[in-house]
């Protein structure tokens, strides 16, 4: 940087030089109060991205206990369809063993065949309230799942946009400081 200095009797004019160091000092000190406020900006954006981070560690916990829960239900429809499955067979071979036996006994035979009928309709109305009860509890996990998905998405989204604003902040900030120091 040039400046015009006006020389005096001992060397440069001691006002000059005193109102040139000022000036520097006013310089320096603004842009060093220019970049402590961007630091402390990152320093907020990176405790925001922190504290974001955090809240989806917590949501990830969340989806694992939801998921463990969905499979012992899973698990307990599973065992349920088993024994509604039995308790159908089971109908079925007393509707059988009943037909067999209904020449000995018509009317006995025909309440037992109601009876079963009966039996057997319980087991299909149970078997199709079960399908729509894992039909309800598949959607509601899918949906859940898919929002937590969108949810992670737009926070991965903020925390690469925080990191890239970061590493543009860090590099105007090292050129600057690099500036100062030359």
């Avoid at 006013?26 to 954006?45: G, V, Y």
């Avoid at 206990?65 to 239900?73: G, H, I, Q, R, Y």
């Avoid at 898919?146 to 946009?161: F, H, M, Q, R, Y």
């Amino acid at each position: 940087m040039a400046v015009g200095f006006k020389k005096s009797l001992f060397g440069f004019n001691c006002s000059d030089v005193m109102e040139y160091i000022e000036r520097s000092q006013k310089t320096f000190t603004s842009k060093e109060n220019e970049l402590t406020e961007q630091i402390k900006k990152l320093s907020d954006e990176l405790e925001l991205s922190n504290e974001n981070y955090l809240k989806l560690n917590a949501e990830k916990n969340e989806i694992a206990e939801k998921l463990a829960d969905f499979s012992e239900k899973y698990e307990e429809i599973e065992r349920l369809s088993e024994n509604i499955g039995k308790l159908y067979l089971v109908a079925q071979a007393n509707a059988r063993a009943i037909m067999e036996n209904s020449e000995k006994s018509a009317a006995k035979a025909m309440e037992e065949v109601n009876k079963n009928l009966s039996l057997i309709n319980d087991t299909h109305e149970s078997l199709d309230e079960l399908k729509k009860n894992i039909i309800k509890t598949s959607d509601d996990f899918v949906a859940e799942v898919d929002g937590l998905i969108a949810s992670l998405n737009n926070t991965k989204a903020e925390v690469e946009a925080n990191a890239a604003l970061e590493k543009q902040a860090k590099e105007q900030f090292e050129e600057v400081y690099g500036s100062l120091v030359k």
